[in-house]
T-cell receptor, first 112, second 112 residues
Framework: DQQVKQNSPSLSVQEGRISILNCDYT??????FLWYKKYPAEGPTFLIS?????DKNEDGRFTVFLNKSAKHLSLHIVPSQPGDSAVYFC???????????FGRGTSLIVHP | DVKVTQSSRYLVKRTGEKVFLECVQD?????MFWYRQDPGLGLRLIYF???????EKGDIPEGYSVSREKKERFSLILESASTNQTSMYLC???????????FGPGTRLTVT
């Protein structure tokens, strides 16, 4: 039973446009959310996070939005660049737990 | 910069062999994790450790064991490798007070 779902396995976007990656979760105990980026043959790297007490967090071209009532978060990348082409994983953690629950990932391709 | 290293990038083993995967982190992190990544399945937690000699099972511990004799080193052991353990293995570490995980580059293990 997937508690964190990334329903789009892949996304294709033109360079310069906005990329929106979505993530849904079912466990209302999750209170911290993270996005990781993974290039082929490399380990994931942390990108951005958000606590459940916020609804938005920005870091340069990357913004994460959290809608707690809908149990939905999204990652916006503006403007998208070819170097953003990677697999993006959403992860969620419960307060007091060491263990994140990961989604299955969305492969983003940004075309020049 | 945090550095997490894994002993091998690529490994080929025969069915029934005992396999050791080593992970070392250089930032004095308390928590360490072993995941496997398979296409379409995302990151699945095998084991994690929150202190020296302490370990907890993750979602898919069957066929694996771990060892943490020193804080910086976390080893994953496949007691008798099987073909269904062919996968990408990722090690990660994190500060207990922080939510961000730092990943190693991964070990691509093939069991023939």
């Amino acid at each position: 039973d997937q508690q964190v779902k990334q329903n789009s396995p892949s996304l294709s976007v033109q360079e310069g446009r906005i990329s929106i990656l979505n993530c849904d979760y079912t466990n209302s105990m999750f209170d911290y959310f993270l996005w990781y980026k993974k290039y082929p043959a490399e380990g994931p790297t942390f990108l951005i996070s958000i606590s459940s007490i916020k609804d938005k967090n920005e870091d340069g071209r990357f913004t994460v939005f959290l809608n707690k009532s809908a149990k939905h978060l999204s990652l916006h990348i503006v403007p998208s660049q070819p170097g953003d082409s990677a697999v993006y994983f959403c992860a969620a953690k419960k307060g007091g737990s060491y263990i994140p629950t990961f989604g299955r990932g969305t492969s983003l391709i940004v075309h020049p | 910069d945090v550095k997490v290293t894994q002993s091998s990038r690529y490994l080929v083993k025969r069915t029934g062999e005992k396999v050791f995967l080593e992970c070392v982190q250089d930032m004095d992190h308390e928590n360490m994790f072993w995941y496997r990544q398979d296409p379409g399945l995302g990151l699945r937690l095998i084991y994690f450790s929150y202190d020296v000699k302490m370990k907890e099972k993750g979602d898919i511990p069957e066929g694996y064991s771990v060892s943490r004799e020193k804080k910086e080193r976390f080893s994953l052991i496949l007691e008798s490798a099987s073909t269904n353990q062919t996968s990408m293995y990722l090690c990660a570490s994190e500060w207990r007070e922080n939510h961000e995980q730092y990943f190693g580059p991964g070990t691509r293990l093939t069991v023939t």
